[in-house]
């Protein structure tokens, strides 16, 4: 006979002087094997909150805001954790620890479907002030079967904000940000894409967009205020990729790339942006042609270099197959 388990634990601290410090926690659980341990002693004002319906889900939550950088009675809570999982094994590990000069704190959402194996991974990790994670991943309403997304998100310093929502099979993002309000932005759908975002400067943001196969986009910026702006979609089994590095400031780069139908023609796109001065402009335009009319080309490459002087402007569109652009400024 399936078995059906729940549980519900909340835990309130005794009353210090006038001031509210307490941890809150509420654990539900329906289905066999499955696993939910909070951790809150380090801190107070934390929130937590896990839910799991199915079968083999994983969830751990360990929080601390040495000292309580909430206020009182939960108005600000110093830490807050909400973990959803559905469908059967799920991992999700939140670590989350509050910087005692500083409120409010950090949140953290995880949503996971999944219809594993192999199992569905949220690992997220907040140490600072004010940032905020959101993953989701696996089906929603698409009866189709979802399984085997990973994200990894690592935030430390202040008022970031990371976003990752993955349907498909098989996706993985990685996220770091560092320092002072970067934002990173990321979307994927298809089989097998990769999305890899380090942000360690102060005001950037990075947008990923992957809908197709087999795409993979790398982005990395270390100056402050620089944007990135990645969307490489089709309907092939053919891959694209984009490489961006930008560690100047205010520089914008934008990369929209689309395969088209598998095959032994123009399928693969691969897009390369290097801008390491200031107030520098770069934007890649490739499509993949037409495999049935091209059957020998495999398809484009575009590189811009603008590393020696400050305010270029890059624009590159290529169409068809089997061309070459590089730029050097």
Known sequence: MKKYLFATASVFALTLATTAQANDSTISQIGATQTAT?????GSEGVSSINQIGANHTASVTQADDPNNGTPAFNTASNTSSISQEGDGAIATVNQTGDPSGAPGNI???????????SAIADVLQDGTNNFSSVEQGRDVDPVDRRGQNAL???????????????????????????????????????DNLAGVTQSGDGNLSTVSQSANFGEAQIEQSGNSNESDVVQDGRANSSVAALILQDGNNNTSTVLQTSLVAGPGSGNQFAEVTQSTDWNSSVITQDGGDPVVDTVNTGNSASVFQTVTSGNMSNIAQSGAGNSATVNQ
């Open 108 to 118: 953290s959402e995880v949503t996971q479907f999944n219809d594993g194996p192999p």
């Open 38 to 42: 909070v951790d809150q002693t380090g």
């Open 153 to 191: 998100i690592s935030q430390t310093g202040s008022d970031h904000i990371s976003t990752v929502l993955q349907r498909g099979n098989l996706n993985d993002a990685t996220v770091t940000q560092s320092g002072l309000g970067n934002t990173s932005d990321v979307t994927q759908g298809g089989l």
